[in-house]
């Protein structure tokens, strides 16, 4: 099944496109989806899981490689999505969760016009774990950016 057959009817058409990026970056992150386990909300998940809820909050993505050493959580936002109070409150439970967990990374897939407001909402955010070995990346259509 291709990445982009991830698409729910519900979503708008930016959001479904950045989760499907979500679902290509763990794919590749993970050496392929035959080695990883991926949940995603949408109406057809890959292998009809959906991710677990995370501290109050259901990602667009959760993953993990298996067995499991390393988990990926995955959240999409447009641009008008990204400085939100909800946002702000969802990455952070996001943050923490992964804090907890090791090899833990968090994803944020936003459009290209969001990329430099998603790294710095990340840097900063990612400043109340100092002692964490999270590892946080914007993709933004064009590359992935660590923060």
């Known amino acids: ?3 982009a057959e991830f698409v729910t009817m519900g979503e708008s058409g930016t959001h479904a496109e950045l989760v ?3 679902i290509a970056y763990a794919d590749a992150e993970f050496g392929g989806l035959a080695n990883v386990s991926v949940r995603h ?3 057809r998940p890959l292998r009809g899981e959906r991710p677990p809820r995370v501290n109050g909050y259901v990602p667009d993505v959760y993953a993990t490689d298996v067995p499991t050493t390393a988990t ?5 936002k447009t641009r008008v999505d990204l400085e939100t109070d909800h946002t702000r409150k969802q990455i ?3 943050l923490f969760y992964l804090s907890q967990t090791p090899n833990g990374i968090f ?3 936003v459009p290209l016009a969001a990329a430099m407001t998603a790294r710095r909402l990340l840097l900063e955010m990612k400043a109340s774990f100092p002692a964490t070995q999270t590892r946080t990346v914007v993709l933004d259509g064009v590359g992935v950016k660590v923060c």
């Open 92 to 94: 952070q439970a996001f």
């Open 1 to 3: 099944m291709a990445a």
């Open 72 to 76: 990926l959580i995955g959240e999409a």
């Open 41 to 43: 909300d949408a109406v």
């Open 20 to 22: 499907t990026a979500l």
């Open 107 to 109: 994803a944020l897939s």
